[in-house]
């Protein structure tokens, strides 16, 4: 899919051509690193069942953990394109793709690195936002 998606048809990941694999795991390394920061609160709301015992629990948790993740894997493409974007226009006499298509480990690294970091940056802006905006299960407790 990212071969498609940044026109890289024509290229394989494998040992002949490093510099698309280095890049093409900085921008999974970023996905997984933003999405691991959702991981609390999708306990925190499995917790919910565990305290409160309610079996109509169980599509609230769901449905709570599939929307934080969704938009949490919304939110991680669309920080990564903006960067890519970002990138591109601050090195606008480096041919990006073409570099990676001629094997440039430079290149590569260089990509990878502005990504990763970018994403450390973003990490807990995307957070507060899932958390404010992705309502939690409410649990209703008559006594």
Same mark, same amino acid.
């Given at each position: 899919?990212?071969?498609?998606?940044?026109r890289l048809k024509d290229q394989k990941i494998n040992n002949d051509n490093l510099a698309i694999s280095i890049f093409f795991s900085g921008i999974i390394f970023s996905i997984g690193y933003l999405l691991s920061g959702i991981i609390p609160s999708i306990i925190n709301a499995i917790e919910l069942i565990r305290i409160h015992k309610q079996d109509s629990m169980y599509f609230e948790i769901f449905k709570y953990s599939s929307i934080a993740l969704l938009i949490g894997f919304l939110m991680s493409c669309i920080i990564l394109f903006t960067s890519f974007t970002l990138l591109k226009s601050m090195t606008k006499y480096?041919? &990006?793709?073409? &570099?990676?298509?001629?094997?440039?480990?430079?290149?590569?690294?260089?990509? *990878? *690195?502005?990504?990763? *970091?970018?994403?450390?940056?973003?990490?807990? *802006?995307l957070i507060f936002l899932l958390d404010i905006y992705v309502p939690q299960p409410e649990v209703v407790k008559f006594n």
């Open positions: 899919m990212l071969l498609k998606l940044f480096i041919k &990006e793709m073409s &570099e990676l298509k001629q094997n440039n480990m430079a290149v590569a690294l260089l990509l *990878s *690195s502005i990504l990763i *970091s970018i994403t450390l940056i973003c990490k807990d *802006s």
